[in-house]
């Protein structure tokens, strides 16, 4: 017999590495294809103590357990909750007497007008729906009661799972079978006096930027992360998570849904600081190759401006020192220039004629018309040159 635990939360193959890095439990699919490869037929003894997660990646392993040749025994030692609770109706399943099992609506996000909501809102319809079919299955009530259920979310003792149909069995105790009647809550999370779900879920943002992070920074942590390029999540995420109701505010969280970087910094200082500091570290790598880029040119322009770049209250960067040096040298060519066009008209050179002290004593002297061609010549530059 082979055992296999499906604990923590549920998680898609891309974001479970993430999950080990912070240490959180957490299960995902190729967990359990691996598990199930491994067992090569032989009866499979499967654990769940989860509060749910990523409905897909329920999915999933709900029907690599239903489509399992081998005798599967499902066993549900804590908790099985949200996705967690239709991946315990995959096969015949029992509970412990101080378990619980909870069903409810998916949730999703989305982003953009009220099309896109009302899309989204039909989507999570679909996949409750979809959801309902390993249900009805399981306990032969009808999609209409079961989608009310999970309307209400409803969080229901060993018990009453039992009497639903949601579970075969009670765990029995080795000495002897446990005696009915026993309820350890009631429906609806209405009076249950306190729940407790280790599920760790985080958010989207987090995991998106932990993964660009943790990719960089761990060759020095002692962590490693998986080889190659990490894809990148597509299409709708839809996460089937337990929800904050009204009725339990003063019980403990149910989950730990981390979205901000001030959380991630207070349940995880250390990754927090290495996060900072590779920020540093980049902000510093920067900071040289803009200092090395203008020392590459500095050689073409005034100590001063490079200074300036470099220090000063408006910092450049190299291209844009380039082209302050390339209007501040044609502001100059051009005074320059009107310089010199001034100093011809006013010490009238443009009548002095040619002689053998002109740089011509070894030529032929030059007659009137060539002299002013010349002279001309160079009025039509200077002028062209303002």
Known sequence: MAKVSIKGTIVSDDDKWIYDWFGIRATCPADIHEAIEEAAGEELEIEINSGGGDVLAGNEIYTALRTYKGRVSISIVGIAASAASYIAAARRCTITPVGLYMIHNASGSARGDYHAMDQESEVLQTVNRAITAAYMEKTGME???????????????????????????????????????????????????????GTQILGREIIEKARKVL???????????????????????LIN????????????????????????TAKYPELARQIR??????????????????DEIAGQISDEMVQEAKYGEKKMTAPDLALEAFRQNGIMARTALNAMRQDIQESNTEKVRADANTGYADGPAEDEAARQAKVKNLAEKLKRNK
């Open 241 to 264: 998570q337990i929800t904050k109701k009204a009725e339990v505010e003063e019980m403990a969280d149910t989950q730990e849904d981390i979205q901000t970087i001030e959380e991630l």
């Open 277 to 294: 500091a590779s920020a540093a570290a980049e902000a510093a790598s920067a900071e040289n190759g803009r200092l090395k880029a203008i």
């Open 215 to 237: 990719l960089q920074s761990a060759a020095g942590t002692g962590r490693t992360a998986p080889e190659g390029d990490i894809p990148e999540p597509s299409g709708s995420v």
């Open 143 to 197: 999609q209409k009661e079961l989608l009310k259920l999970m309307d209400q979310e409803t969080w229901l003792t060993a018990e009453q799972a039992v009497e639903y149909g949601f579970v075969d069995s009670i765990t029995e105790s080795q000495e002897q079978a446990m005696q009915s009647g026993q309820a350890a809550g009631s429906a609806n999370g209405n009076s249950l006096a306190a729940v407790y779900n």
